[in-house]
């Protein structure tokens, strides 16, 4: 699912910041308590449609490198009914005796969208 800026944005604010603890409903700040350019990682990370991005900014309206200031309030922003949880394996071996085979099918039956063996 792809959102706007702004849906992102609002997405985003719809979590307190673990980072800076900005309150929902603000942008991420600053320890300079500037509003900051782009939100902090752990907070649009808890965004499931925003895990994949590398960074999101703070849209202009927010007033990024301005003085930081409570915003109002946000509506919650509902979950996609498509989200699913991923799940990542990992199988590895350490001595020649040892078989990589169980563990793969082991984590192909467990639903493993991505696995690591070595």
Not at 34 to 58: I, M, W
Not at 92 to 113: G, N, Y
Request: a positive charge; proline letters at 8%.
């Amino acid at each position: 699912m792809d959102l706007t800026p702004g849906q992102a944005a609002r997405a985003v604010e719809g979590h307190d910041c673990p980072n800076c603890e900005a309150p929902a409903g603000t942008p991420c700040r600053t320890r300079g308590d500037k509003t900051a350019a782009k939100y902090h990682t752990p907070r649009f990370v808890l965004v499931p449609a925003l895990r994949e991005k590398l960074d999101v900014d703070v849209p202009v309206d927010r007033r990024p490198g301005r003085a930081w200031t409570q915003g109002p309030a946000l509506g919650v922003v509902p979950a996609s009914s498509t989200e699913v949880a991923v799940r990542i394996g990992y199988a590895r071996t350490s001595t020649a005796r040892q078989e990589l085979a169980s563990q793969l099918d082991a984590l192909h039956r467990a639903q493993c969208h991505k696995v690591f063996s070595e």
